[in-house]
């Protein structure tokens, strides 16, 4: 059973950073990619972030790049998310996800609620 349990989530302040982790079962870590989502109520889901099976490559979106880091340890099955100079803005559900034979996998998601 493929399993995927984001963690880290919580309130911050703008300009501050925080730390999410997504813990992996259940399929051959080390084969896949790994994205993480974001969802805030009404905008549209918005990948954030994706990195390939060994690192060998990172991709972010526009509006994160330079704030953010993605990074895994396939040792502990984990896929990290590093966000520093968070903005209101980033507000959302983030979920981490992986791509299976053509199937999403989600994980249930954590809240980051950027305010002062």
């Known amino acids: 059973q493929v399993h995927l349990v984001e963690s880290g989530g919580g309130l911050v302040q703008p300009g501050g950073s925080m730390r999410l982790s997504c813990a992996a079962n259940?399929?051959?870590?080390?084969?896949?990619?790994i994205r993480w989502f974001r969802q805030a109520p009404g905008k549209e889901r918005e990948e954030v972030a994706f990195i390939t099976p060994a690192s060998s490559f990172t991709h972010y979106a526009d509006s994160v790049k330079g704030r953010f880091t993605i990074s895994r340890d396939n040792a502990e099955n984990t896929v990290i998310l590093q966000m520093n100079n968070l903005r209101r803005e980033d507000t959302a559900v983030y979920y981490c996800?992986?791509?299976?034979?053509?199937?999403?996998?989600w994980g249930q998601g954590t809240q980051v609620t950027v305010s002062s």
């Open positions: 996800v992986v791509n299976l034979r053509g199937t999403d996998y």
């Open positions: 259940g399929f051959m870590f080390d084969e896949y990619g």
